[in-house]
Each structure stands twice: as C-alpha cells, then as structure tokens.
T-cell receptor, first 115, second 116 residues
Framework: AQTVTQSQPEMSVQEAETVTLSCTYD???????LFWYKQPPSRQMILVIR??????QNATENRFSVNFQKAAKSFSLKISDSQLGDAAMYFC????????????FGKGTRLHILP | KAGVTQTPRYLIKTRGQQVTLSCSPI?????VSWYQQTPGQGLQFLFE???????NKGNFPGRFSGRQFSNSRSEMNVSTLELGDSALYLC???????????????FGAGTRLSVL
C-alpha cells in the first residue's frame, strides 16, 4: 500500500524568506502523481502544484517549486518570498496514474508566516 | 464556472442519529470522491463514485454509504452516528477518466459535522 509521510508537523518562516516543506512517500508503482495541497483556515483545499512521476523536470508555479527525487521517493515543496497569505496547512499527496481518483494524503505541515 | 459545492457547511447531530451530506461537482465532472478529515487521523478516503457507480471504497464501516445521481451530484450518508464521526467531510470532483493525465481533483469547502 502507498504511504505519504510529512515529518514536520509545524514550521515557521519570516515573511519574504524561503521555506522548504518535506515529504517522502512509498510506492511500488512507477507511474503516479504527486501533489501539494494548501488548506487555509477557510478549509478549502487548494491545489498548489502537481508533479507527474514520469517527468524528470521539477514542477514550478510562480513562487512555488518542488524538488522531486524519484529514486529517493522524496517530494519537497519550496516556497520563495513567503507571504502572509501562505499561512496554511500544507498536505503532500499521492495518486496512482493507472487507477481511480483515490488520493493518499500525508498528515500535513502547518506553516506560520512571521511578519 | 462554479466550483465544488458542499451543503450544509455545518451540522450538529446527536449520537444514534443519521445524517446526509451533499456535494455538487463542477459542471462536466463525472467523478466525486469523499474524504474524512480529523485531527488524529488526518485525511482519509471514504469512497469514489463515477457515473453513478461506486468505483473505489476506503476502509470505513458500513454505516458510511454514498450514492451518485445522473447529474453527478453525490450524497454521503452516515447512519447511527458515533462521537468519533465528528469531522470535516470533504468532497472532490474530477473528470474521472481513469489514467487521464488531466484528471485533477478540485475540492469543496467541506461540511463540518459535530456529533454530541
């Protein structure tokens, strides 16, 4: 069975600084997707960034980028120029590319932005 | 384009009662998945419906059930509520095409269920 592990329950970063959230996963599949979702206090789960396992190039979305290490099964999220609006719970997630829509989530990392 | 809509936003029930939650997916989406979110267990997959059929099911007791209608709207039912059922219930919709690389899931804002 696939598992997703986020080892940092909470993190803090100064506004305008850079922070990296860690995630490791375990799977025997070769084709899959990895995601970072953001859940602010409003509870709406928002997709931040997506990585397809077959792509070696790391995904980027504006200030958000990932470091995808397939052999090490590591998928970290880097947030550059942190803003107050980035404060939220961040979830790393996995989905098989060959089956249905079931997403497996990590336990989450609560990110605090210090002004 | 309207997003995923979940109703109601908040619900308070007592033990032993039953509850029905509703999820309206994004127009054109045929898959609806349900997740339970609690502080202790995190986000756990309940089930997924595609074209009115349950396509996958998580490890939850039979008190948790769901269905999907022909317009892709989905309902989730929990019978004989227990205190431990208190949680945020999230639904997500997608095109639902198996293996499709554009199959991105979009989440609703959830229904907060409190069981007293």
């Amino acid at each position: 069975a696939q598992t997703v592990t986020q080892s940092q329950p909470e993190m803090s970063v100064q506004e305008a600084e850079t922070v990296t959230l860690s995630c490791t996963y375990d799977t025997s599949e070769s084709d899959y997707y990895l995601f970072w979702y953001k859940q602010p206090p409003s509870r709406q789960m928002i997709l931040v960034i997506r990585q397809e396992a077959y792509k070696q190039q790391n995904a980027t979305e504006n200030r958000f980028s990932v470091n995808f290490q397939k052999a090490a099964k590591s998928f970290s999220l880097k947030i550059s120029d942190s803003q107050l609006g980035d404060a939220a719970m961040y979830f790393c997630a996995y989905r098989s590319a060959n089956r249905d829509d079931k997403i497996i989530f990590g336990k989450g990392t609560r990110l605090h932005i210090l002004p | 384009k309207a997003g995923v809509t979940q109703t109601p936003r908040y619900l308070i029930k007592t033990r032993g009662q039953q509850v029905t939650l509703s999820c309206s997916p994004i127009s054109g989406h045929r898959s609806v998945s349900w997740y339970q979110q609690t502080p202790g267990q995190g986000l756990q997959f309940l089930f997924e419906y595609f074209s009115e059929t349950q396509r996958n099911k998580g490890n939850f007791p039979g008190r948790f059930s769901g269905r999907q209608f022909s317009n892709s709207r989905s309902e989730m039912n929990v019978s004989t509520l227990e205190l431990g059922d208190s949680a945020l219930y999230l639904c997500a919709s997608s095109l639902g095409l198996q293996g499709a690389r554009k199959n991105i899931q979009y989440f609703g804002a959830g229904t907060r269920l409190s069981v007293l």
